[in-house]
């Protein structure tokens, strides 16, 4: 089973983010996993038609994705969507921004729309909302109490190395088991 994440990161925030995607994808027996960066020239196009799973991931930046993860959607309509080369596979998505809020909605419903025009089947968060009651704390998962996908954020002062929290690390390696785990049962027919 072959799971691409493919990201762009402008501060390597969101790098960090797709790292612990795959961390968590990694959990899954039988999961291979390959992380490919927009940012970094050719796209291997052949791979990410023969992946079981892509999982999407962009910075927020004033409240879109990036030029560059919206370029490489652009250059997939000539090499998968004219012939359909993701449809029914699965996909998920995750975004970083500054902000606690940062409009992160809007870059994962571009993400998710993104994957439906390819005819893939979008895997979302399973998980309550955290930090929603007096009881919780910003070491909840899903703080940011998304479901489409995952949303981190990372202060604008700190590198990588620091930021984002713990929390929301702990959260993109959630989301990566689950898709992980979701395509399994996709490729095994498993209930």
Known sequence: ML???????GY????????????GARRVEDAKVELVSVGDGD?????????????FGSPTY??????????????????????QKWRNKIAAGFTNSGAQHGD????????????AQHGMIWVGLDLMPGNSDSKGSVEDLNRHGSWLGVMT????????????????????????????KTTQRFLTGAK
């Open 43 to 55: 796209i291997p196009w052949e791979k990410l038609e023969a992946s079981d799973a892509i999982i």
């Open 12 to 23: 390597g925030h969101t790098a960090k983010v797709a790292e612990l995607v795959a961390e």
């Open 153 to 180: 954020q990372s202060n604008n002062d700190q590198s990588a190395d620091e930021t984002p929290n713990s929390s929301d690390l702990k959260t993109a390696a959630y989301l990566g088991e689950r898709v992980a």
């Open 62 to 83: 004033n409240g879109l994705i990036s030029a560059k993860f919206k370029q490489f959607m652009e250059e997939s309509t000539k090499t998968a969507w004219f012939e």
């Open 3 to 9: 799971i691409s994440i493919v990201y762009h990161s």
């Open 104 to 115: 992160k909605l809007n870059s994962l419903i571009s993400l998710s729309l993104f994957a």
